[in-house]
């Protein structure tokens, strides 16, 4: 009984090991194509700015935001789980390819300090 016990925990092991591998290579693996997202990105400028630092407060800035957040966002966008006029209507046409692209995209773009002016805070 303590013998069958043991391999049961060995063999346990052995899985813990595998699924954790194939986690970490998940995690390392791209979400999606940056240049692609780059691309797709040209509708978005005009709020978003070309970088993902937008200066108006009111669009949120997107660079350097987790990857993961982007794609669970705009698929929130999309169907209508997050609401905002304008984010429902530029997610509408976005494919599942397309969010992984643009969330790839935003997530490597370099955060840069953002600092709020004193005159808009004040608002
Ligand atoms: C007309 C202006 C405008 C355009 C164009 C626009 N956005 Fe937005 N975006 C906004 C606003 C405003 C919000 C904040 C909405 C809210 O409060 O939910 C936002 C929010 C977001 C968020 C959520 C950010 C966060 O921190 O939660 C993401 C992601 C995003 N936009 C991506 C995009 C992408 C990708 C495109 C192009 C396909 C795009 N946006 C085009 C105005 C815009």
Not at 101 to 108: E, G, I, K, N, V
Not at 113 to 118: D, T
């Amino acid at each position: 009984m303590s013998g069958q016990h043991k391999i049961n925990q060995r063999a346990m092991v052995g899985i813990a090991a595998i699924v954790g591998l194939a986690a970490g290579a998940a995690v390392a693996q791209p979400i999606g194509d940056v240049d692609a997202g780059r691309e797709k990105s040209q509708a978005c400028i005009a709020c978003h700015n070309a970088n993902g630092v937008s200066d108006n407060p009111a669009w949120p800035i997107l660079a350097g935001q987790h990857a993961d957040y982007l794609v669970h966002v705009l698929r929130e966008y999309r169907s209508g789980e997050r609401v905002n006029a304008i984010m429902n209507g530029q997610a509408q046409g976005l494919s599942d390819e397309d969010i992984r692209d643009l969330a790839a995209f935003y997530s490597a773009q370099d955060p840069a300090l953002n600092v709020v002016r004193r005159e808009r805070s004040r608002r």
